[in-house]
């Protein structure tokens, strides 16, 4: 097998009748208030680009610069900033207004264009006639966030995604610093919408989220600054994401407890700020329903407090175009009994398990 | 890890910036001319649901029959039986003129709806206001093979999909013949499209594919079928998948030297008529984008007879939404080393290989 990429266990099944049809591997790491790795599945050492999952840390500049203070960005806006969005028109209104604020429009965005993530946004688009632009990029808000970090700083604008950017050099070392990691050149990748995306370990990953959701470890301003996002992301769980779509429908059953991102590739991560608890689930081979599939399953488990009863989550019926059932994508055998064992771990159950 | 599926290997790596970002897992199964398995890469044992991969064999009784000539079947008719097509209006007016020959209309297809593969042909519809019907599912052309044949059996169409149905027993006993395999009725699923799919060990499948492009171990009767459908296929590429997709884009090229043909959740299959040889990949994650890779990776060692000068087909471009280049899918240095074997292993090497 090719090298140093590991055997992480299979953590989803997808059967077909009553045959496992096809598989997904991957590695999970929860963090807790100490920032101790208190689960460790597959492969944690091995690098992973956070991708998109991390949007909520590459925001921070935007709070630490005075920029959201001095533009008076709304709990929507900041939401936007830290979310993979639909193109919904409630997100390109946050996007726009971002921009607005900030003296520029969204020919300054450098995301490319892709059609919305949302099929009804599509549909309206195609139907009008028009092509998708850079802000109906599911990361334009991020982009926007970007911008006016730099327009505040009175930084040219003009090149904002390039890694060497005054921006995105903070942002990495913001980054660095939440992870308490040493980030290489050779760590880069560029990003989807072209701005760095930087390789850690998935266990390095789970403690900056663990840090970012607890504030421990962090300057008072940046655990601050990670506090307002994280209170703005669960006050607009639609902007984070969008109707329908995982984060979103997650972060209204849940909040105030768990701010849930996901990124490309089979990336997610969860900040719990009640419970001062980072997770980060990574599969092998990029599959989004897999690793929602276990987020899903570690979120129940760990905020409904190692209580059982998860039958409906840890299962979901696979239906074909008729409608009718052929087969069920399912938690494996492995991340069954690793949920067994988390919920055991009495001393490991969050407070905000009791409620 | 889950009991029973084996650690297949690493076939394809996806890379961005210097990091390999995710990974597939898979196995292959070649085939040869007396259906001895040649290459058996990971567990060949394993189950797999063929999918779409075999709608050649699944069409057979509609040349067995009698019926693809008392209806006077074009090849382009018999390419879409035998094709997961796009959903173009040429695609559409070969399902019709079957159904119409039959005397029937798009109201008897028990396949369900979804939206054309062909992201044109869903803009064409949307701009019309219309929705999906089951004759732009990619199966439509399977399913009016099959009504096609029960009309000129003068069995009742009705229920034509169910597994008891006279035509699907028939399908099931001609899958069951060619891969020489006794199929139960634990191996069954149901597809995409409602009808039955049966597992069977991945080498069995590598097994039948040889035999039907060889017609070696068939009645003659069953070859001849088998070779008509083949035909037809290669006359029509673009009646088998569609304008810009694999299976199109490979046949246009390589015809009449394979067969090739992707079903659902990472299966592809190739049968090689000139060199008498079966192909399958299951990826075990259901990847498209990786059995693509594995297969054209095969099929350009296979057809080009070991010639190593695949650089550009061991390794794709993966660039972002602004077109820049963020990384690379390339095939995993374990299924170099296969292909590197392949190439040296002279006495394999298909005649065709010579042109």
Redesign the interface.
């Not at 994280?230 to 779509?245: I, K």
């Not at 900040?271 to 081979?285: C, H, N, Q, R, S």
């Given at each position: 097998?090719?090298?140093?990429?590991g055997?992480n266990?299979?953590l989803v099944?997808?059967t077909?009748?009553?045959?496992?049809?096809?598989?997904?591997?991957g590695a999970i790491a929860v963090a807790d208030v100490q920032g101790r790795i208190v689960i460790a599945l597959g492969n944690v050492r091995r690098?992973?680009?956070p991708r998109s999952a991390i949007k909520a840390l590459q925001a921070i500049p935007l709070i630490e610069s005075g920029a959201a203070d001095a533009l008076g960005l709304t709990d929507g806006e900041l939401a936007v900033v830290c979310g993979s969005h639909s193109g919904e028109r409630v997100h390109l209104d946050a996007v726009r207004s971002i921009l607005a604020k900030a003296g520029l429009d969204e020919n300054d965005l450098?995301?490319?264009?892709?059609w919305p993530l949302s099929e009804r946004a599509t549909?309206e688009l195609?139907?009008a006639?028009a092509r998708p632009r850079a802000i109906h990029?599911n990361c334009s808000g991020k982009h926007a966030g970007m911008l006016a970090t730099a327009v505040h700083l009175g930084i040219e604008p003009r090149g904002y995604e390039r890694p060497e950017h005054p921006v995105q050099a903070e942002i990495t070392r913001v980054v660095s610093d939440i992870c308490a990691i040493r980030l290489e050149p050779?760590?880069?990748?560029?990003?989807?919408?072209?701005v760095p995306?930087w390789?850690m370990p998935l266990g390095s990953l789970a403690q900056g989220v663990a840090r970012y959701a607890s504030g421990k470890g962090l300057s008072p301003v940046r655990a601050q600054a990670a506090q307002r996002l994280m209170d703005a992301c669960l006050a607009a769980p639609v902007m984070v994401a969008g109707e329908g779509r995982f984060d979103t429908v997650v972060m209204r059953k849940l909040a105030p407890s768990v701010l849930v991102k996901g990124g490309a590739?089979?990336v997610h991560c969860a900040a719990m700020p009640e419970a001062d608890i980072g997770v980060v689930v990574k599969?092998?081979?990029?599959?989004k329903r897999?690793v929602e599939m276990v987020m899903m399953a570690l979120l129940a488990s760990l905020v409904l407090g190692g209580d059982l009863r998860l039958g409906d989550r840890l299962e979901a019926e696979l239906r074909?175009?008729?409608?009718?059932e052929?087969?069920r994508l399912r938690a494996?055998?492995?991340l069954k009994h690793e949920l067994e064992t988390l919920a055991a771990r009495h001393d490991f159950v969050p407070d905000s398990a009791a409620r």
């Amino acid at each position: 097998m090719t090298q140093g990429l590991g055997d992480n266990p299979v953590l989803v099944e997808v059967t077909r009748g009553e045959k496992i049809e096809s598989f997904h591997r991957g590695a999970i790491a929860v963090a807790d208030v100490q920032g101790r790795i208190v689960i460790a599945l597959g492969n944690v050492r091995r690098p992973i680009f956070p991708r998109s999952a991390i949007k909520a840390l590459q925001a921070i500049p935007l709070i630490e610069s005075g920029a959201a203070d001095a533009l008076g960005l709304t709990d929507g806006e900041l939401a936007v900033v830290c979310g993979s969005h639909s193109g919904e028109r409630v997100h390109l209104d946050a996007v726009r207004s971002i921009l607005a604020k900030a003296g520029l429009d969204e020919n300054d965005l450098a995301c490319g264009a892709h059609w919305p993530l949302s099929e009804r946004a599509t549909r309206e688009l195609e139907r009008a006639g028009a092509r998708p632009r850079a802000i109906h990029n599911n990361c334009s808000g991020k982009h926007a966030g970007m911008l006016a970090t730099a327009v505040h700083l009175g930084i040219e604008p003009r090149g904002y995604e390039r890694p060497e950017h005054p921006v995105q050099a903070e942002i990495t070392r913001v980054v660095s610093d939440i992870c308490a990691i040493r980030l290489e050149p050779s760590d880069m990748g560029i990003d989807g919408c072209s701005v760095p995306t930087w390789a850690m370990p998935l266990g390095s990953l789970a403690q900056g989220v663990a840090r970012y959701a607890s504030g421990k470890g962090l300057s008072p301003v940046r655990a601050q600054a990670a506090q307002r996002l994280m209170d703005a992301c669960l006050a607009a769980p639609v902007m984070v994401a969008g109707e329908g779509r995982f984060d979103t429908v997650v972060m209204r059953k849940l909040a105030p407890s768990v701010l849930v991102k996901g990124g490309a590739e089979g990336v997610h991560c969860a900040a719990m700020p009640e419970a001062d608890i980072g997770v980060v689930v990574k599969i092998d081979d990029g599959s989004k329903r897999a690793v929602e599939m276990v987020m899903m399953a570690l979120l129940a488990s760990l905020v409904l407090g190692g209580d059982l009863r998860l039958g409906d989550r840890l299962e979901a019926e696979l239906r074909n175009w008729r409608g009718l059932e052929v087969g069920r994508l399912r938690a494996s055998s492995t991340l069954k009994h690793e949920l067994e064992t988390l919920a055991a771990r009495h001393d490991f159950v969050p407070d905000s398990a009791a409620r």
